[in-house]
Every structure is written in structure tokens, then in C-alpha cells.
């Protein structure tokens, strides 16, 4: 019946239509008289009810019925939106995902929703009605067709055919649902004088008697795409009942119908017959929806992350092995071997490619829960402001955007809760009414900044230190730099809330955000103008199981950085030559470049060698120059994490295995700036 | 192997292996070792503690290399055809932890007489508080038998809420 082409569709549209969805009532939210809007949203959900309901998702067909009914009324112009509307409909969205993903939530839920849709429309529950229209979807109805036939009265709309609607083809289906035993009358009451006769118009209804053995369902679907636009009823006929009256209207009618009342066992075992297989695709594709709910929406396939952990692990030691094997046929010179270690190496730097892109998902997929967030919020605090997402297309590690979530649904809610200032206090500040947080996600480097920027109040540096001293996370007499006073924020139990709410502020929290983002190799940076604004910006990997890196050589040892963010090489220039300094400053390019001179970094003894070369690297906002001894070429480098023994040591973001079998450590250049305590020359502009 | 017969029965119930540091004889629990190796490269850590100065790549995987020596005020030797490599096994309040530590000369598994065992001397002793559970007699010299695992939970920082270390 439903060929797994035909679900595939279904899938791909209904996680567009939900997402259309949220989308258009995030944005009523705002826009309320936008009545393009509105026509959108009754649009989407038209199409989750057909479609759904031709899946078999009844209990979700049945509930859209009068979701849409709402929006119908708004449409109609009887409701207008309201910020209750709004907020009754994301309830009623959060049922249908749920019903999409084949959750089965509370059955209470569906009428305490569809009374609230009803009351936030100002219409009383109509009861009349909404039993009808549940009728309509009940799949009950067609278990139990307690008659001998159905009789269906249909009227379709007039201008049918303009529209591209075909109704003959439509009576075929009937007729083909109802077999043999079908009767079409056709009713031409509504026949115009011939004056006013419009060729082009549709003016005949008709009403078909079917047998038993129909299912309901399958007639009501033929209509489906036309039910809100025709009349249709659909009653029950018992056999008894029915002769006199259709013998009257139609003589041959009389011994089918009596054919019938003879064949009920026979089609009630047919009803029972046709709805075991119709089982059958409906959970195959309430598994297909739960598949793409959570797959990421370029993604056809779901995979637990462990077994991509796994092939990770081993594409790792594959290009592990592979430099082995590389070095290795480079000392044996023999061209058929380097032939066969140049294939082994494009392969598995491809399989290491197509690996790392299965695990890279755009930041978007968790970006609708922070605009839902925001709505939640604004209603929650009463404060108005608009969430400005922007960089959503930005790809980083699955795992790590998993585990995002939760640290920027918290700093998000404190920048609302505690960054962004009253209505009275903002107008007060000369600001606009409206707040502004923008979350921004964007490559630097080897890394993804995700940065969440407020237009609040901002952070007092001496409040916040005076509490710190307070609160014993610091000394009285500590000398702090303006960011490390910030990153106080983060420290266990460290909360500047003056009052507690219940959205943040409990001092919980904060520094479960740092550990988050520190287990996965990354860091955080708060900076703050007071009256103006806080940015939180999330600095993370890209991934963390792979990257290409430099490979160079200071002293005895090799180590590398990143090649994301090396920003070029350059012989060191001859102001550099001798000097002993650990840090310092050299013009190059016309630029004041920060310099480090890894030898002296490393306490690395014995001669400088004759041509030290400058790595530049991008470390933050500024460019930091690593004197090198020698570079070596860039190299697959798989991360190993360091051992408790080692990862105090935070200049080294980890270790790897070179093709030879020795260790290089991986350098952390941003955090070996800042244990350096180097002012990068674009900090120092920012300090001023 | 110069192995003895009678039991031990301090906090070991395996056997012991017995190695050498700055000219005094120590035991371990066999329960921690995995292996012994010749050194392969070591690759210094710039910056790192005294006691823990590099890492090696032991089948594919990295892993810390111990110093104990510094611990128990011993000096360093340079690395000989006597030196090994012990890798062990630990588990420690901080997790579990694969380390490889540095011996001048590896001996034996051995068990030890219960009755040869005795408390180590609280003054004058030259090891850290708490690691050394006994010392016992083997082959006419003293063996320090040693709470490895103590050892580093209490004197290289890896106890459960024990930030303290190299002051």
C-alpha cells in the first residue's frame, strides 16, 4: 500500500510542516496582524491533518481538526491572535511533535488543549460540532459499522474544476472503495437557470450508497483535500430502514440492497480482514518519524552516536597506522611500495573526511529550542526583546552540539533574566523598549565561537569582585585582570542574582556550564561594558577526535598546533635573533605581532639553531607568533587526551602518535598565551 | 626467579614484584602491574612535575611515565640495559589511571613470610607518610613494601578532593 518511497516523503514533509509550524507561530507571536501569517499556519496544519491522517496518525488528525479549526476562525476574521492563542497553540505544536515522534501523551491532554484552543478563540467548546468533525477521524468508525451500508452525501465545491480537481476521478475512487454495490444518484438541485450557467462551474452533488465492507476512513480520505471547502455526511444506513425508501427512488436498488443485508458477516470479516494490514505501514512510519526527529535534518539515517564514536576510534588508528606505514616506505625507497602507501593514504584521509562529515551537524538543530526559549521567557519575565539567531549553517562535532544545549539554554535565560533590565528601567537608560540577545555561531580558526550577546545592564566589575571576596572564591588583595574578574561568574557557587528566581539565578548552574564546555576541550570568555551589555562566547573544537595539524620541532621534540589556525609562516626576523625574552613584541608585516619563543616557553637547553622560523596563530581575537626551531609539514594528528597526571598542564590540549611511533604533544595556543600573560596588542586597544 | 615459599599476608594477597630505586629494594602488588618493558622513547612534557616528566606510546596507546624516585629523595639515574619501564594498572579515588613507572632494575615476583614483615619505624624514615606498608626481608636486604596506589592518590594529587601536590 504504502511503498517506502511514498514514507520517505511523509518523513522529509512533516519534519518541514512541523518546523514551518513553530516558525509561524513564533512569528505571530510578534506580528499578529499579519494575516500571510496566519494563512500559513492554518496552511501547515491543513497539511499535517491529510497527511497524517492518510499515515493512519488518526488521534493526530483528530486533534490538527481543531487546532486548524482555530486558525480558521482567525483567518475568517471571527479571533484575532492573541498572546493566549499563541501560547495554547506551542502546547498544542509540543502534542503533535510528540505524537509525530510516537509518543502516546496523556489522551486528557487532547481536550484540555482543544478547549483551551477554543476558549483563546472565543468560541465555547462547540460541541455540536467538534463531535462531528471527531467523528470525522475516529478510527473507531470504521471498526464498527453497525449498518448494512453507508449513504454519503456529498456536495463539492463549485469551483472544483477551475481549481484542477477532477470530480469524476474522485466518484472512481468511491466507487472502487465501494465495489460492485455501489448506487451514484446524482443531485442536481443546485442547477442554476440556464442564464446564470457557468460551464466552467460545478453545481451537481451526488449521494452514493456503499455496502458495509467500506471502510469509512477510505471514503472520508477520498475527499480529504476538499473537506474544508464541500459538505459531506456520511451516515450509517441500517438495512431495514433503507429498502422502502431507496425502492421508491430506484427499483433495482431493492434487491442489492437486500444482497447486502444477506452478505454482513461476510463483510464484517472484510472490514476486520482490512484493517490488519493497514497496521502494518502505520508503525513503520511512526518509527520513520521518530528516526527523523532526531536525526539531523540533512541526515537520512539513524545511527547511535557510539558506533560513529567507534568508527572514529578506528578511522584514528587507521591514519595512525598509516603514517607508520608511510615512514617506514620512506626509508626503503621503493617506488611499487610508495605507490601503494600514496593509495592507502588518500583513502584513509578520505574515509577520515567522510567520517568527521557524518559527525559535523549544523548549530541549527538545537536553535529552534532556543527560539521557543525565548518566547517561554519573555511571557515568563514579562520583559520584551528579540532573539536574533544568526550563523546557524555553522558545523561543529554532533557530540559536542548535543552536549551545547543545555550550557546556552542556561546562559541564555540568565541574559534575559538577569542581563536584560525592566521595560521602565530601559526607557529610563535611553534604550530602546525592546531588548536584543543575539546568539552567534561562526568559525575562527580550528575552533566554533558561540557567542550570546545581551543589550542589558551589564556586569559590574567591582560588584562582582566585592562579592568574590565576599564569598572567600578570592582574596582581598588578589590582583585580577577585567576578564578574570568575569570569569568569576563561573566559579562553583558564585551568583550575583540579588533575587532568586525561578528561571536562574540559584548559583547552580554557572559552573556546571564551564565543566560542560571544558569537557569538551573547549573554553568561555564573559566580557562586559556596564549599561551596555554581557557576551558569553563558548570557544569549542571543532572536533574532537581528529584535526589537521602543524607538526614542528623545538629542541629535541615535536609538537603541533592546529593548521586551522596557523595564519602563516616567516623566517624570524632579524630583530629577533638572540634575544632571550620567553615573550615579546616585533613588527612584521607592518603589524605588531606578540611573539613566544617556545625554546625559552619550553626551558629548552642548548644552541638556537641557525634558522628559527615564526608560526603565526590565530589565539582569540589576535595573532600570537611561536618561535619554532623547524617545521616539519602538516600532519593527521589523532588526539589522545592527557592522563590527571598531565592535563593540569593546560598549555597542551592533548598528546598524538607520530608515523615513527614517538609522542608530540599538542599545543593549546590560546591558553598558552594566556599562562604567558601576554597582551595581545587588539586586547590592549579593548582594555583601553 | 628466586622465589620464596611462605605467605604474606598484609594487604596483598597476590604476590609482589620487587624492583630497584636509588639502591633500596621495593615491592609492589603483582594485582597492579600489567607489564614490564625495556624504555621505548619517552617524550618529555615541558613544564610537567618532577614526578610525572614524560609520556610514552605503548601499543598505540599514550601514557604517562612516573618518576618515583624524587618521592623518596632519591636521585635520578640516567636510563641503563638495567632500566624497565613497569606499566601499571591503578585505581585510584580519581579514576583509573595506566601509568608507566620508572625502575633502575626489575627483580622478581616473590611472596613474602608474614613473620620476616614489619611496621615501618614512624621517625627517621626516609619515604613519604603512608605509602610504605611494611618492610620485610628478601635475599638478605630490606624490601619496602609500597601502597602504590596510596602513593599517588596522597603524594601526586589524584585522591578524590585532594587538590593538594607539589608545594
Sequence with gaps: ?688 | MNAMTAAFTSNSKDGLVTFEMGGEVIAVSTRVLREVIEPPRITPVPLADIHSPGLMNNRGVVLPVADLRPLFGMEPKPFDSDTRIMVMQLDLDAGPLTVGVIAEMVHAVITLDAETVQSVPELGSRWPAYSVTGIGRWNGRFVHVVDVERLFETHLGLGSGHDGDEA
Design chain 1, 1 to 688: 500500500m504504502i511503498d517506502a518511497e511514498t514514507q520517505e516523503v511523509f518523513r522529509q514533509e512533516t519534519e518541514a510542516l512541523i518546523e514551518s509550524l513553530q516558525a509561524g507561530l513564533l512569528a505571530l507571536n510578534d506580528r499578529p496582524e499579519d494575516i500571510g501569517l496566519v494563512s500559513q499556519v492554518f496552511r501547515d496544519l491543513h497539511t499535517l491533518k491529510g497527511t497524517g491522517a492518510m499515515f493512519g496518525y488518526t488521534r493526530l488528525a483528530e486533534f490538527i481538526h481543531d487546532f486548524e479549526a482555530a486558525f480558521d476562525a482567525v483567518r475568517s476574521g471571527e479571533a484575532n491572535v492573541s498572546p493566549q492563542l499563541i501560547s495554547v497553540s506551542l502546547q498544542a505544536y509540543d502534542l503533535i511533535v510528540a505524537l509525530l515522534e510516537g509518543e502516546d501523551p496523556e489522551q486528557s491532554l487532547d481536550a484540555a488543549l482543544k478547549h483551551a484552543l477554543a476558549e483563546a478563540t472565543g468560541k465555547v467548546p462547540a460541541a455540536a460540532d467538534g463531535a462531528d468533525v471527531a467523528g470525522a477521524c475516529d478510527p473507531n468508525g470504521a471498526a464498527t459499522p453497525a449498518a448494512d451500508g453507508w449513504r454519503l452525501t456529498i456536495s463539492l465545491p463549485e469551483d472544483l474544476m477551475e481549481i484542477g480537481g477532477n470530480p469524476v476521478a474522485l466518484l472512481e475512487e468511491v466507487i472502487e472503495i465501494g465495489g460492485a454495490q455501489t448506487v451514484l444518484r446524482a443531485d442536481v438541485s443546485r442547477l442554476p437557470a440556464l442564464d446564470a450557467f457557468d460551464p466552467a462551474r460545478l453545481y451537481t452533488g451526488w449521494t452514493i450508497e456503499l455496502p458495509a465492507a467500506a471502510p469509512e476512513a477510505d471514503i472520508r480520505d477520498v475527499f480529504m483535500f476538499h473537506e474544508d471547502r464541500m459538505t459531506l455526511s456520511l451516515e450509517p444506513v441500517a438495512g431495514n430502514a433503507a429498502p422502502g425508501a431507496a425502492a421508491e427512488a430506484s427499483p433495482e436498488l431493492a434487491p442489492e440492497v437486500s444482497t447486502a443485508v444477506v452478505a454482513a458477516p461476510k463483510a464484517a470479516v472484510a472490514v476486520a480482514e482490512a484493517q490488519t494490514p493497514a497496521q502494518g505501514p502505520t508503525k513503520a512510519s511512526a518509527g520513520g518519524k521518530r528516526a527523523a526527529a532526531t536525526a539531523a535534518a540533512s541526515s537520512q539515517m539513524r545511527v547511535s552516536s557510539e558506533r560513529l564514536d567507534d568508527i572514529m576510534d578506528r578511522v584514528g588508528e587507521l591514519v595512525i597506522a598509516e603514517s607508520r606505514l608511510a615512514d617506514l616506505a620512506s626509508k626503503l625507497n621503493l617506488p611499487e611500495l610508495d605507490e601503494v602507501v600514496e593509495g592507502i593514504q588518500r583513502l584513509a584521509l578520505g574515509l577520515r573526511d567522510t567520517t568527521m562529515a557524518i559527525r559535523l551537524s549544523p548549530v541549527s538543530g538545537i536553535t529552534g529550542r532556543f527560539r521557543r526559549l525565548a518566547h517561554d521567557l519573555a511571557s515568563k519575565t514579562g520583559k520584551a526583546f528579540d532573539l536574533v539567531i544568526e550563523g546557524e549553517e555553522t558545523e561543529l562535532d554532533k557530540s559536542v552540539i548535543d552536549k551545547l544545549s543545555d550550557p546556552l539554554v542556561h546562559i541564555l535565560r540568565n541574559a534575559v533574566d538577569h542581563g536584560l533590565e525592566p521595560t521602565a528601567e530601559r526607557v529610563a537608560a535611553g534604550k530602546p523598549e525592546r531588548g536584543t540577545v543575539r546568539l552567534v555561531a561562526r568559525y575562527s580558526g580550528a575552533d566554533v565561537l558561540i557567542s550570546v550577546t545581551d543589550d542589558g545592564r551589564g556586569l559590574d566589575p567591582d560588584f562582582i569582585r566585592r562579592r568574590a571576596i565576599e564569598r572567600g572564591v578570592i582574596a582581598q588583595d588578589q590582583v585580577l585582570k577585567r576578564h578574570e574578574v568575569f570569569a568569576l561568574l563561573l566559579a562553583p557557587g558564585f551568583s550575583t542574582a540579588e533575587t532568586v528566581t525561578d528561571l536562574s539565578g540559584r548559583g547552580v548552574g554557572t559552573d556546571v556550564v564551564k565543566t560542560t564546555v571544558e569537557s569538551l576541550r573547549g573554553s568561555i570568555d564573559i566580557d562586559s561594558v556596564l549599561g551596555q551589555g554581557t557576551t558569553f562566547t563558548l570557544r569549542l573544537p571543532l572536533t574532537l577526535a581528529i584535526m589537521e595539524g602543524l607538526l614542528f620541532q623545538v629542541g629535541s621534540e615535536r609538537y603541533t598546533v592546529p593548521l586551522a589556525a596557523v595564519e602563516g609562516i616567516v623566517e624570524q626576523p632579524e630583530a629577533l635573533r638572540g634575544g632571550t625574552a620567553t615573550s615579546t613584541v616585533v613588527e612584521l608585516r607592518e603589524r605588531l605581532v606578540s611573539i613566544l619563543r617556545l625554546r625559552q616557553v619550553f626551558r629548552v637547553e642548548g644552541e638556537e639553531p641557525a634558522f628559527p622560523k615564526v608560526v603565526l596563530v590565530r589565539a582569540g581575537d589576535a595573532q600570537v607568533g611561536l618561535v619554532v626551531d623547524e617545521i616539519i609539514g602538516s600532519f593527521q594528528t589523532v588526539i589522545k587526551h592527557l592522563s590527571p597526571l598531565h592535563s593540569r598542564l593546560d598549555i597542551f590540549s592533548g598528546a598524538t602518535i607520530l608515523g615513527n611511533g614517538n609522542v608530540a604533544l599538542i599545543l593549546d595556543v590560546a591558553q598558552l598565551v594566556r599562562s604567558q600573560n601576554i597582551t595581545t596588542p587588539s586586547q590592549r586597544e579593548r582594555a583601553a
